[in-house]
């Protein structure tokens, strides 16, 4: 099966503790996001990369940190410098930049 | 920064209506997308339509796009329960897309 995968579904964060977020495609798509929802809100973008090996700063990227060794794989690390990292973060694919953009299911980063 | 503005917040209807939702946008775009979220999930992609057109369906759905007003408009006609999640429009910046706030649909059987 195609897709874009994220894991885990949720995940826990003690303080003073980074955590990693996973997100993995299989679409051969060149572009892949990063975003963060918060309830009852819309979507803010963290990171973005339009290649491998690149990645450009959304509007919300204090306190995250991401890598793009391989095309399929676009991990989000969040770290202790994110003061309020409790939300549901999406991971997103596209062909190129702009077009339609295809989503994981989410994980949901609680905090302890 | 959010490009589009959806209007309204939220909207409850009865199964069978229409519902209309708006998006508002302030910069130039080259494409205009919708996408649906039911609660707890992704986001799932309905409709792109491009600067150059004016209008596009797809089954139940039909988006219209007013470039010199800088909006659209997302119309699901015949509703259903299964309807009922948060509809966000999302408009091109400079490489990447920005997504609005939502439109809340609630369709009641």
């Known amino acids: 099966d195609g897709g874009i995968t994220q894991s885990p579904k949720y995940l826990f964060r003690k303080e003073g503790q980074n955590v990693t977020l996973s997100c993995e495609q299989n679409l051969n798509h060149d572009a892949m996001y990063w975003y963060r929802q918060d309830p009852g809100q819309g979507l803010r973008l963290i990171y973005y990369?339009?290649?491998?090996?690149?990645?450009q700063k959304g509007d919300i990227a204090e306190g995250y940190s991401v890598s793009r060794e391989k095309k399929e794989s676009f991990p989000l690390t969040v770290t202790s410098a994110q003061k309020n990292p409790t939300a549901f973060y999406l991971c997103a694919s596209s062909i190129t930049p702009r077009e339609t953009q295809y989503f994981g299911p989410g994980t949901r980063l609680l905090v302890l | 920064s959010q490009q589009g503005e959806e209007d309204p917040q939220a909207l409850s209807i009865q199964e069978g209506e229409n519902a209309t939702m708006n998006c508002s946008y302030k910069?130039?775009?080259?494409?205009l997308q919708w996408y649906r979220q039911n609660s707890g999930r992704g986001l799932v992609h309905l409709i792109l339509?491009?600067?150059?057109?004016r209008e596009k369906h797809s089954g139940r759905l039909r988006v219209t796009l007013d470039t010199s007003k800088k909006s659209s408009s997302l119309l699901i006609t015949a509703s259903r329960a299964a309807d009922t999640a948060s509809y966000f429009c999302?408009?091109?910046?400079?490489?990447?897309?920005?997504f609005g706030a939502g439109t809340r649909l609630t369709v009641k059987p």
């Open positions: 339509i491009r600067s150059n057109e």
């Open positions: 990369s339009q290649i491998v090996n690149d990645f």
């Open positions: 999302a408009t091109d910046a400079l490489n990447d897309m920005r």
């Open positions: 910069t130039s775009i080259n494409n």
